[in-house]
């Protein structure tokens, strides 16, 4: 990732778990990382069919 966006990404995390302590940190943090996980396979899921939908378009699909 560009330097900016990892720092933001940083920054976010960081503001998310902020005043978190002991236990409830463990938990918040695999919350964010569940989350995360979903985004990513969320993520994925679009850009799988925003490929189909240009193959679709272009008519690229039929000459495979």
Known sequence: LHLSIRRQ?????????????GDHASVA?????AAAENRQI???AIASLSAHAI???????DSQ
């Open 29 to 33: 943090v695999a919350d964010w990382l």
């Open 9 to 21: 990404r940083q920054m976010c995390i960081r503001d998310s778990l902020q005043g978190v302590d």
């Open 42 to 44: 969320l993520n994925s």
């Open 55 to 61: 193959d679709l378009l272009t008519g690229s699909e």
